[in-house]
């Protein structure tokens, strides 16, 4: 058994070293992706739905045709293309000395100006929809990273060394799984409170686009709560993957010729359990996007700019204006299939055998 | 031999959960502990002098020292005493258990709706294997597991509540209870539970035929009219993930030895397929659905939200925004234990299903 003092915790060059060598895909790896890819349709949508989704949020202040946080009151509820709004203007008159109501049926259009309409405070949808992808990536990408980290640490010391600190680490697991983790995020951002960060948008810093709003609301409980709700996950694939190969001979091999705990455990079990982590990290940034629209939902977020709040604002005029929840529904449901077409295609091109095999009469 | 060693198996399995169980009782009582703001601060008029906020804590017992509160609190859980709602002074686990039947109404109608569409879909899908009903499948469950529920609910309002008028928006409109309660009114009377009420001659249920046939059907159709959106936003998911789970299963057992060998014995098709490549399906299946309960309580939250289902999500986040904390604390440990509960029956029922998980 050995000290604590030897777990992989602090974070050197070295170390970072080996965690960038154990993430180069081999050869093989990189073959098996191009075949896979080459040969299945659905992973090329996934990835041109990313890829879209990356470029919206990453240029989001270019492509944006309006501040998605200018209210032009007199432009409330306007449709999409191809759809008309129809409303009812109730007018009083005087007709012979007594009042009459008159309620006249009027429609309103669409304009070029806002293809995506506009939501009840004169918002243009489009605009939202696309700031809304910088939000949800955020999130995903850095909750992801956080509970990956978490995770990954926590179960391979529980597989490398199994025994008591096994026992304790998956004990603590288990509890963390009797909560579903919406229910432990809402508690936690209810019960917290939402701090948000604000971070300069570059695009406005530099001059380009100076209509734009000056910053960017990261909700940053948010981002910490979705990564600690999720670390159980990867501490599970983690350990299993850990437990696999600490019997294997070369583990062996390499404790008798007097490697480190820590050498062992980054130099030959991560590497070893690096493929099942990154399949579960990309079905996670889609778990976690749909966790943090759900949460904004709920108005549990520290950013108006999200999906889910749009989705939430939009309930209270289905009847009048059906687009304003419709549009970032469909954006939170392409992104999401998009990133659910790249795990499959990374799950079968880097685990073979899984599927494609047996086959029916 | 093989019936002693599964009741060790369920009791390792029981003993595990227990300990669970003491695991979520613990993290939630520190949950006050750990979120910043003291819970005085939203009781107290914003004005409260500092005399009258030390008196409130001293009437809640929030003044003493933690291990003392802890104590108090398991000791209070163990006769079901969850403390007073700050808010309402009622009692919280009348009003925990209250909301409890409406969730797990909702929940079983969501799962009743995933199993019954989704393993005949993966077997279906999985049997004709490149055709357009497998295409069909095969997209179905890919947006299925990639749509927030609290949308889908949102567009299925849109389309038939708002649109068609078939259903209604929301609300429960009636539980399930009351349409068997137009036939038989069943009450109890006297109950002398264990650790909880006083000593009484033991529970007697009383059974009053009433038989309003006309009055039972009304009420299974406003009862179907409410559940049938929230069931279906909430099974969607499930739906999607057990195709998805049963079509990958079923290709990979229809490949193994023991299919070409039964097939090449001459056994129908049916049998081979149903009986055998099915039934070994579904083991796996079912570990994955058990996991993935969290999900179902999770989306049972948000569904709620969606529909004004006064369930106990609602109730939480109702909770969470007042900072009533002997709700929150009891919603959270509801979930938390009926979670591990629910998990260690499928286990047991994985363990009759497949012998082979009692030997890991």
Known sequence: MVGLDDLPVPVSNETLGRVREALTPSPRTIRNLRKELR???????????????????????????????????????????????KTTNTTTEMVNGSITIVNQTTWVNSTVEHP?????????????????????????????????????????????????????????????????????????????????LRVPDPFVVVGLTPNMPETFTLPGTVIIVVGLVNWVWFARVARSEALSVRSE?????????????????????????????????????????????ALAFLGFSGTTLSWGFDIAQGRQYLSSSWWIATVPGLAIVSTVVGINLVGDWLRDALDPGIEGEGGGP | MRTVSTGRFLLKRAIQGLFVVWGVVTVVFLL????????????????????????????????????????????GLVRGDMGYSYIS????????????????????????????????????????????????????????????????????????????????????????????AELVYVTVQDINLPFVGRPGTGAQLVFEPRMNVSAATDAAVTWLAHITLPAITLGTYFTALITRLTRSGMLEELGEAYVRASRAKGLPESLVRYKHALRNTLAPVITVVGLQLGTLIGGAVITEAVFAWPGLGTELIRAINLRDW??????????????????TIVDAFQAYLDPRVVAD
């Open chain 2, 326 to 343: 002997p709700i929150i604390q009891g919603s959270l440990i509801v979930i938390g234990v009926g979670f591990v509960l629910v998990n």
């Open chain 2, 32 to 75: 006050r502990f750990i979120t910043p703001g003291d819970p005085v601060t939203f009781i107290a008029p914003l004005d409260a002098s500092q005399e009258l906020r030390r008196q409130i804590a001293a009437e809640l017992g929030l003044d003493r020292p933690i291990y003392v509160q802890y104590l108090d609190y398991l000791t």
């Open chain 2, 89 to 180: 002074k009622t009692e919280a686990s009348t009003r925990v258990f209250a909301r409890l039947p409406a969730t797990i109404e909702l929940a079983v109608a969501a799962t009743i709706v995933a199993v019954a569409l989704s393993i005949p879909l993966g077997v279906i899908s999985a049997t004709r294997r490149h055709q357009p009903v497998d295409y069909g499948a095969t997209l179905f469950s890919l947006v299925g597991i990639s749509t927030p529920n609290f949308w889908l609910g949102i567009m299925l309002v849109l389309v038939f509540a708002v649109q068609f008028g078939l259903f209604p928006t929301s609300q429960r409109g009636i539980g399930s209870p009351q349409i068997v």
């Open chain 1, 39 to 85: 040969q299945s349709g659905l992973a090329k949508l996934g990835i041109a739905l990313i890829v879209g989704v990356v470029l919206m949020a990453a240029f989001a202040p270019v492509l944006a045709p309006h501040n998605p946080k200018n209210q032009t009151l007199d432009e409330n509820q306007l449709p999409p293309l191809g759809f008309d709004r």
């Open chain 1, 116 to 196: 995506l309409g506009t939501d009840s405070l004169g918002r243009d949808m489009l605009s939202r929809t696309i700031y809304g992808a910088r939000t949800s990536l955020i999130v995903g990408i850095v909750g992801t990273s956080i509970a990956a980290l978490f995770g990954v640490t926590v179960g391979l010391l529980a597989g490398y060394y199994s025994g008591r600190i096994d026992d304790v680490l998956m004990r603590s697991a288990d509890v963390m799984l009797a909560f579903p983790s919406l229910v432990l995020a809402v508690a936690l951002v209810g019960l917290i409170g939402t701090a948000s």
């Open chain 1, 249 to 293: 001979e070369y583990i062996k091999a390499a404790r008798s010729v007097g490697a480190s705990d820590r050498h062992i455990v980054l130099r030959h079990v991560l590497p070893n359990s690096i493929t099942p982590i990154i399949v579960l990290a990309t079905i996670q940034v889609a778990a976690i996007i749909l966790l943090e629209s």
